[in-house]
């Protein structure tokens, strides 16, 4: 992870560097305030193995988030992208980036246009964390699918795409390639062998660590980069379907000096938003995949886990105001391994959350979810196998924009 940081303290300094010699600079922030109720079995974030971000013990008024992007234009072809967050939970940093990188797009000379990006940023995966900050569109929390990709994994290194815009060929839509390779994302399936799957707008930062006990992500291990590819094909402005296949080609039996291990995570990602008429939108995903830590030689003692999270959302707008509803299935399946009680998890999840914008700058959101899961490692913690938890959100968001 040491590299990554001097590469992302490089960026920080040309950044700098090129501000004071007066290029383009665009700066978004959103303050988000919270009011929570919860009866949810006590989070990650404050060392128990809940599902939600917020618990019995940590509701009432909070700071949801605290965030500023910034986008610096260094060239009419080279832009540097930051993300600062600021979360009133974090047991840590009360301030650090989640993303940092440079993106290149030179001028397209034929149907293909081609972009790049160098640096720490998340994987084109998403389809509700499409706002600024990798802040979800359509309600408070993503799904469990989302959330832990959020959680567990940012690309740190470089991702290549090819775009052929249908426009050349009268066509209204395209078709896009892309590809990464990175490192530094070993650990990346300790926290859903740990913890299962969880429904939270809390993703993890680059430099801090994540939870009780404190898990920092972004560690290189075994030396070995991953890689990821997908394509994606936009339909006029009714239909978008992706699809990613991620390997971070961890070497299981690989140890760092205190004992932390790689994990070899891999699963295949399929989406779908379909916007059928005038205020309607309907959004699916589901991902597979399979995670192992331990050597070969371990035969069966060797930790092995599948896993699985699908969701549909539909949502609705009319005037100002957004309605979403969101149904959400998730589980895993340890097959063999170590680890004390199996953790085999088996939940569901409804989520409906309105939202109304008051002005160009002020927002309300209110949302509430409900979870039903059960997961053997809580047993060994004092709670039953299987609970129900609940957690209600008001939200309200200031947002702002300043250019230079």
């Known amino acids: 992870m040491r590299c990554a940081k001097w590469l992302l303290l490089l960026l920080c300094v040309f950044s700098a560097r090129q501000v004071c010699a007066g290029d383009t600079l665009t700066v978004v922030g959103m303050i988000d305030m919270r009011w929570v109720s919860s009866n949810a079995e006590t989070s990650y974030l404050y060392g128990g193995l809940g599902p939600l971000r917020f618990d019995a013990d940590n509701d009432g008024f909070r700071l949801g988030r605290a965030m500023l992007a910034g986008n610096l234009r260094v060239t009419d072809l080279v832009t540097v992208h930051a993300v600062l967050d600021g979360y009133g939970d974090d047991p840590g940093n009360p301030i650090d980036l989640s993303e940092l990188y440079a993106e290149i797009r030179p001028f397209p000379t034929n149907a293909v246009r081609w972009s790049a990006r160098v640096g720490a940023f998340y994987m084109p995966v998403s389809l509700e964390n499409r706002g600024i900050g990798w802040t979800p569109v359509y309600s408070i929390t993503p799904s469990a699918l989302n959330t832990w990709l959020g959680e567990e994994f940012r690309t740190i290194g470089a991702e290549c795409e090819a775009r052929w815009l249908g426009a050349s060929s009268g066509y209204y839509g395209d078709v896009a390639l892309v590809a990464a390779a990175y490192g530094w994302n070993d650990p990346a399936g300790v926290l859903l062998a740990t913890r299962g799957f969880a429904l939270s707008d809390r993703p993890s930062t680059l430099f801090d660590g994540y939870g009780r006990p404190s898990i920092n992500f972004y ?94 959302l539909g949502s609705y707008a009319w005037g100002r105001q957004l309605l979403t509803t969101r149904y959400d299935d998730f589980g895993t399946h340890q097959y063999s391994g170590f680890f004390g009680p199996p953790t085999d998890e088996a939940g569901h999840s409804w989520t409906l959350a309105w939202g109304y914008d008051l002005t160009e700058r002020w927002q309300i959101l209110v949302e509430g979810i409900r979870v039903s899961s059960s997961f053997p490692p809580r047993l060994s913690v004092g709670e039953p196998l299987a609970r129900v938890d609940s957690q209600l959100q008001a939200a309200v968001r200031y947002r702002f924009r300043l250019e230079r």
Not at 257 to 264: C, F, P, R, S, V
């Open 219 to 312: 560690h290189e291990i075994d030396h070995r980069p991953g890689f990821y590819t997908g394509l994606s094909w936009r339909h006029h402005d009714m239909l978008e379907l992706r699809a990613l296949r991620y390997d971070n080609r961890g070497n299981p039996g690989a140890t760092t000096a205190d004992g932390e291990g790689a994990w070899n995570t891999h699963f295949w990602s399929f989406g779908g938003r379909l916007e059928p008429a005038n205020h309607w939108t309907l959004v699916a995903q589901y991902m597979d995949g399979e995670t192992t830590i331990g050597a070969d030689s371990l035969g069966a003692e060797q930790y092995n886990m599948t896993f699985h999270a699908g969701f549909v």
